[in-house]
């Protein structure tokens, strides 16, 4: 699918957004989303030529807003110079076909402009599949649109034929692309599963760091470690997932983890495609929620990300909320409790109360112990690897190792532990 980039760099682009008592309440256009809209357009390298809003009971079967007001979007269109209209809401196939038909110029929807935004900002080989994958599905309905050659088809004599068969080859052309994509992704999940497993065995926490666009997630795994991602303000600025290991004490490292930027209106093709990422959400072992606390609609974004972590069946996982951006905050009293701290990534205040709500939720008990094996049991220093973080060993008179041990391994290694206690029995060779 041919890039949005490559024609709107330059974009002028009319916005139009309906409110309809019909539709539900994320497929409205208010006045919040149409701004995020205009936001987008910014940060897919358009700018904004006009706004059009509309309220109906119900849309138009045929242009979505009805035709009084295609009308006026059209003489927008024609007074800005604009070249392009993006819609906030869901367009139909038929809809999309129609509204390009009477406005004269390309019409695209919310899903268009942000598969294109996400198309930008892919780098690794994994994020351009799942980009792909998604471009795919969302043309798929589309095609008939595309083939000029077919507006005239209406089952007339001599109009049959070649036209059909050519979308039809298209068609399979699509859904050979949509399955090889699929069969790829299906691999890069057995390669996460394997790593997955791997980090299982040997018991390092998984910290995945989740929130609305924009929000400072970036920003935030920066500071923590070092990770120099850039980090700018705007929307989607990184989509790549980037992993880095963080020392949240002297006896507990993590693997902390970001995760694509959520937004209203996510498209279900995008969610879909990039469940080979996002599904690390479910395996993780604690969320960071990471919530602008400068943005007037911190709690609907909030909402959104919530929403979107339960449809990942990663409602159970624990979780703390990052309220980012504390040094913008205007409110008198800045939001506390259990499982919320307030930080600005930026400055670093507030990252020490971070770590330790973390190391809170993430403490198995570990502790630095030195451990006197016998050299006729020297076994246990395998053992040892695979059950511990072994950080050092000495050979003297006996095998001498210091290690960060689970109370579960101080109890089993019991004598060998300088400074034990009686507690549980031994491991056996």
């Not at 989303?33 to 358009?46: D, I, P, R």
């Not at 899903?111 to 969302?138: N, P």
């Not at 495609?273 to 919530?291: C, G, M, Q, R, S």
């Not at 990942?312 to 913008?328: H, W």
Request: charged share 30%.
């Amino acid at each position: 699918m041919q890039n949005i980039q490559e024609k709107t760099q330059f974009n002028r682009a009319v916005l139009v957004g309906l409110s309809a008592f019909s539709l539900s309440r994320e497929e409205n256009a208010d006045e919040e989303s149409m701004e995020e809209l205009a936001a987008l357009l910014e940060t897919a390298g358009g700018q904004t030529a006009g706004v059009v809003t509309q309220s109906k009971d119900s849309p138009d079967p045929r242009t979505f807003i009805g035709e009084g007001k295609v009308a006026e979007v059209r003489e927008l269109v024609e007074a800005t110079d604009a070249d392009m209209v993006i819609f906030d809401n869901p367009l139909s196939p038929s809809q999309q076909r129609n509204l390009a038909e009477e406005l004269k110029v390309g019409v695209l929807d919310r899903s268009a402009l942000i598969l294109d935004i996400f198309a930008q900002r892919a780098r690794t080989r994994e994020g351009r599949l799942q980009v792909e994958l998604a471009q795919y599905k969302y043309l798929l309905p589309r095609l008939l649109g595309m083939w000029k050659h077919l507006e005239r088809q209406e089952g007339a004599i001599g109009t049959r034929g070649p036209g059909e068969t050519q979308l039809e080859s298209d068609r399979r052309i699509l859904g050979r692309k949509i399955a090889k994509l699929e069969s790829e992704l299906k691999d890069v999940r057995r390669v996460r599963a394997t790593q997955r497993e791997r980090r299982i065995k040997n018991e390092v926490p998984v910290v995945a760091i989740v929130g609305y666009t924009n929000a400072g997630k970036s920003t935030l795994l920066n500071h923590l470690t070092g990770a120099e991602i850039p980090a700018n303000n705007r929307l989607f600025d990184t989509l790549d997932t980037t992993t880095r290991t963080l020392e949240i004490s002297d006896t507990c490292t993590v693997l902390l983890s970001d995760t694509v930027g959520f937004i209203r209106k996510l498209p279900h093709h995008l969610v879909e495609a990039f469940k080979a990422t996002l599904e690390e959400l479910e395996y993780a072992d604690l969320l960071l929620h990471v919530i602008d606390s400068s943005s007037p609609q911190w709690r609907e974004q909030a909402e959104v990300v919530d929403q979107l972590i339960r449809e990942l069946g990663a409602e159970q996982t624990p979780r703390i909320e990052v309220f980012n951006k504390c040094d913008l905050w205007t409110g008198d009293i800045r939001p506390h409790g259990e499982d919320r701290v307030s930080i600005s990534a930026k400055t670093g205040e507030g990252i020490p109360d971070l770590l330790a709500a973390i190391g809170r939720v993430l403490d198995n008990g570990a502790r630095r112990v030195t451990i006197h094996l016998p050299y006729d049991r020297g076994g246990l220093l395998d053992k040892l690897y695979v059950e511990a973080k072994v950080e050092r060993v000495d050979y003297g008179e006996t095998i001498d190792v210091e290690a960060v041990c689970t109370p579960k391994v101080i109890g089993q290694l019991g004598p060998l532990v300088e400074g034990w206690t009686p507690h549980k029995e031994f491991w056996e060779d």
